[in-house]
Antibody, heavy 119, light 113 residues
C-alpha cells in the first residue's frame, strides 16, 4: 500500500524558514515524480512544486519561485520542501502527492502538515 | 497559466438523484501527442486530503464507485454522480495537467438537499 506521511509543519514568524518532509513507502520512490500542493485555511488547492523521479528537473509555482526548494533523497524515500522568506500568505496545509511521469495527475496524497506564518 | 473555472460553486442534490459539476479550462487540455485530455477530478471530504476520482477526463480510478463518471473534451468537462449517496458529500475539484504549471478549479461544494 502506498503511504505518504508529511512532517515538519510549525508556527514560524514572517521571514523565517521551515523544512517539510514527506516519507514515502509502498512503491519504488525513485521511479515517480513527486509534488507539493497546499491549501490555505478554508480555501482551495494550489500547486506548489514538482520534482521528477531522478531529481533532475524541478517545477515551481510563480508564488514560491526563488523562495521554496523541492528536493528528494531517493536512498531514504523522502521528499523535502525547503521554505525560506515565509509570508503570511504561505499559511496552509501542505500535502505531498505522488505523480507518475510529468505532467500527471496526483495519487495518492498524504494527510498534510500545517504551516502557520504569523508573528 | 491555464485557468480552471468550475460551476456551480455549490450544489444541493437529493439522495438518489443525479449531481453534475462542470469545469471549463481557459485553453484546450487535449494533448495532440497522445490524444488525451489532461484533466483530473478529485474529491475532498472534510478533514481529509483530496482523493483522485477521474483521470484522462473519463478514466475512473481503481476502487471508485461506478456512479462517478467524467466526460468532455478540449475545454469543457463534466463530473457526474448518477445517484447521490450520503458519503458523496464533499468538495470536488478539477485539475489540468496539460501544463506543468498545474492548476485547479476553485472547487464545488456538494451537499444533500
Amino acid at each position: 500500500e502506498v503511504q505518504l506521511v508529511e512532517s515538519g509543519g510549525d508556527l514560524v514568524q514572517p521571514g523565517g524558514s521551515l523544512r517539510l518532509s514527506c516519507a514515502a513507502s509502498g512503491f519504488t520512490f525513485s521511479n515517480y515524480a513527486m509534488t507539493w500542493v497546499r491549501q490555505a485555511p478554508g480555501k482551495g488547492l494550489e500547486w506548489v512544486a514538482t520534482l521528477t523521479g531522478s531529481g533532475g528537473t524541478t517545477y515551481y509555482a510563480d508564488s514560491v519561485k526563488g523562495r521554496f526548494t523541492i528536493s528528494r533523497d531517493n536512498s531514504k524515500n523522502t521528499l523535502f520542501l525547503q521554505m525560506n522568506s515565509l509570508r503570511a500568505e504561505d499559511t496552509a496545509v501542505y500535502y505531498c502527492a505522488k505523480g507518475d511521469t510529468v505532467p500527471s495527475s496526483f495519487d495518492p496524497w498524504g494527510q498534510g502538515t500545517l504551516v502557520t506564518v504569523s508573528s | 497559466d491555464i485557468v480552471m473555472t468550475q460551476s456551480p460553486d455549490s450544489l444541493a442534490v437529493s439522495l438518489g438523484e443525479r449531481a453534475t459539476i462542470n469545469c471549463k479550462s481557459s485553453q484546450s487540455v487535449l494533448f495532440s501527442s497522445n490524444n488525451k485530455n489532461h484533466l483530473a477530478w478529485y474529491q475532498q471530504k472534510p478533514g481529509q486530503p483530496p482523493k483522485l476520482l477521474i483521470y484522462w477526463a473519463s478514466a475512473r480510478e481503481s476502487g471508485v464507485p461506478d456512479r462517478f463518471s467524467g466526460s468532455g473534451s478540449g475545454t469543457d468537462f463534466t463530473l457526474t454522480i448518477s445517484s447521490l449517496q450520503a458519503e458523496d458529500v464533499a468538495v470536488y475539484y478539477c485539475q489540468q495537467y496539460y501544463s506543468t504549471s498545474y492548476t485547479f478549479g476553485q472547487g464545488t461544494k456538494l451537499e444533500i438537499k
